[in-house]
């Protein structure tokens, strides 16, 4: 899976010289957190919510609403926009993507092809692949087991589940207790509780959850 295939698009971008107060009622209106910065159809940072709402006044200010209103019409994107933009092409795996932001600590990544920004990859994003890839949608039996970590200590689990009758919707591996050991985490149609415990009973070092989700 690319980001081209889960980026949101089309881009919504804000030009550098936009008033804070206009990307803030775009930004609501949209319903986004963060957007590209564009001149002249160049990508010249990003600005997110809280870059504009820290950017704002405080309620505590004493200062008139008129006055308020003056200042804030001065402040405009490029005052506040993040310059140094880390972007990711459209054929970059999502994987890589999501290194990068946690990396990074940060929600957003313009995402560009022949060097024009054509989306923006998201921590939303995100969340829907990995709600996906956990089957959190669907109904199933929820098995979370440790194994070995040796060659062939997976396909023994998958081949065990499959000769009981058991179908896989959706399957994780992550890291163990120790490096000897993994986590895995699969939904599985077809099978009960106690039927998944004697089919893998003599494979799995550890049972730490089974349940209908």
């Keep these: 899976m690319f980001v081209g295939e889960r980026m949101s698009r089309p881009v919504i971008s804000v030009s550098p010289d936009a008033p ?30 809280s870059d504009l709402l820290n950017a704002s006044p ?20 490029k005052d506040v926009m993040s310059k140094k933009v880390i972007s990711v092409d459209k054929d970059t795996p999502i994987e890589e993507a999501a290194r990068i932001m946690a990396d990074t600590k940060i929600g ?32 199933a039996l929820r098995v979370t087991a440790t194994i070995p970590e040796q060659p062939g200590e997976l396909a023994k689990v998958t081949k065990a589940i499959a000769n009981n009758g058991g179908d ?11 490096a000897n050991s993994r986590v895995l985490t699969f939904k599985v149609e077809g099978m009960t509780k106690e039927k998944v415990k004697a089919a893998l009973g003599d494979i799995v070092l550890k049972f730490w959850d089974i349940r209908e989700s």
């Design 108 to 139: 957003g990544l313009p995402v560009t092809s022949a060097g024009k920004v054509v989306g923006i990859i998201t921590e939303t994003d995100l969340f829907k692949i990995f709600l996906e890839l956990m089957g959190a949608r669907q109904k």
């Design 20 to 49: 804070i107060n206009e990307a803030l009622a775009m930004f609501k209106k949209e319903h986004i957190r963060r957007a590209p910065v564009m001149k002249n159809g160049k990508l010249v940072g990003i600005v997110s919510d």
């Design 168 to 178: 896989f919707i959706a399957f994780g591996m992550f890291s163990g207790p120790d």
């Design 58 to 77: 405080s309620s505590a200010t004493t200062l008139s609403v008129w006055e308020l209103n003056y200042l804030i019409s001065k402040v405009t994107i």
